[in-house]
């Protein structure tokens, strides 16, 4: 499959507990993008890199949030003293100009 | 602020039955996006739609762009029940390059 891949799918932790996420974009893909999405809701904006620079950050990224793709390949998003409001689906996308193409999402649960 | 609003958010449909999906976007955007979304899954890309008057079609699915309006629509034909999920619409910030500004979605059902 040569898709967008996200792990771990699933992700249960305590409140207080550090977290992180691994994306593997396409390969040709130099754009990666990560998004939030809650229930019933549209994907809301995190953060995107090109490359290895990361471009634009939300104002939804608090400083608990860090993400970095450091030779431009894979991503990863952590989370720091997570808390119940961090639960919710986290999608990373990625393009080469045409369009971005989401992974299957790591659903983070906060207990 | 760049605010993209789709109507209606929820759509029950009997198959057999046509009906269109507005989204509506507050600022110039040079591509929009429709997006699938089934429960628990990831967001399958639908249309790319690049220009004013631009129109698209795939099976059972058109869709629209307007950008003096601001607007596009999705048209389902003859709704299947293999058409259920959530359609979602996005549009870019900031250059077609930027992340997008999605809607809420449209929750589609289509019954027997």
């Known amino acids: 499959d040569t898709g967008v891949s996200q792990d771990p799918r699933h992700k249960i932790t305590k409140r207080g507990q550090n977290v992180t996420f691994r994306c593997d974009p396409i390969?040709?893909?130099?754009?990666l993008y990560w998004y939030r999405q809650t229930l019933g809701q549209g994907p809301e904006f995190l953060t995107y890199?090109?490359?290895?620079?990361?471009?634009?950050k939300s104002r939804l990224l608090s400083d608990r949030f860090s993400a970095e793709r450091p030779k431009g390949s894979f991503s990863t998003l952590e989370i720091q003293r997570t808390e119940q409001g961090d639960s919710a689906m986290y999608l990373c996308?990625?393009?080469?100009?045409?369009?971005?193409?989401f992974g299957a999402g790591t659903r983070l649960s906060v207990l | 602020e760049l605010k993209v609003e789709q109507n209606p958010l929820f759509l029950s449909m009997q198959e057999g039955k046509n009906y269109t999906i507005y989204c509506n976007y507050s600022?110039?955007?040079?591509?929009l996006y429709w997006y699938r979304q089934d429960p628990g899954k990831s967001l399958e890309s639908l249309f790319v739609?690049?220009?004013?008057?631009a129109v698209k079609q795939e099976g059972r699915l058109m869709a629209s762009l307007d950008t003096k309006a601001r607007l596009s629509t999705l048209h389902i034909t003859a709704a299947v029940h293999d058409l259920s999920a959530t359609y979602f619409c996005?549009?870019?910030?900031?250059?077609?390059?930027?992340?997008?500004?999605f809607g809420k979605g449209t929750k589609l059902s289509v019954k027997p």
């Open positions: 739609l690049l220009s004013n008057g």
């Open positions: 996005a549009v870019n910030y900031g250059g077609s390059q930027g992340n997008l500004i």
């Open positions: 996308a990625s393009s080469s100009g045409q369009g971005q193409y």
């Open positions: 390969s040709e893909h130099n754009r």
């Open positions: 600022t110039t955007s040079d591509r």
């Open positions: 890199f090109q490359n290895e620079a990361q471009l634009e």
